[in-house]
């Protein structure tokens, strides 16, 4: 658990630590309303995505996905990033909004294959 969260903690330190720094609106937004920062470290997850991909899944039986047939022993890579960025899920998804609602981002994973650090 050490050596698998270190790389990506440390990428989404230094990614957060650039994205306020380029943005001075965001850390005086913190501080005027510390009660937001929940809410901005998950909205920091979601557009920084550092764990960009998950590893390849093989689908054990003929699957619908997206209106595509996946066939069973075929593989799917799923992009954490890009469904972090999905304006059907996300309204305005490029924009830095530490006020967003229902922000069920994927920065984790999701399901039997979530992260196990998430917690930390």
Known sequence: LLIAGHETTTSMIALSTLLLLDRPELPAE???????????????????SVADSIPLRVAAEDIELSG???????????????????????????????????NHHVA???GM????????
């Open 30 to 48: 913190l501080r005027n309303d510390p009660d937001l920062m929940p809410a901005a470290v998950d909205e920091l997850l979601r557009v920084l």
């Open 68 to 102: 595509r047939t996946v066939p069973a022993d075929d593989g799917v890579i799923a992009l954490l990033a890009g469904a972090n960025h999905d304006p059907e899920q996300f309204d305005d998804p490029e924009r830095v909004d530490f006020h967003r609602t229902d």
């Open 108 to 110: 984790f994973g999701y």
């Open 113 to 120: 294959h979530q992260c196990l650090g998430q917690n930390l």
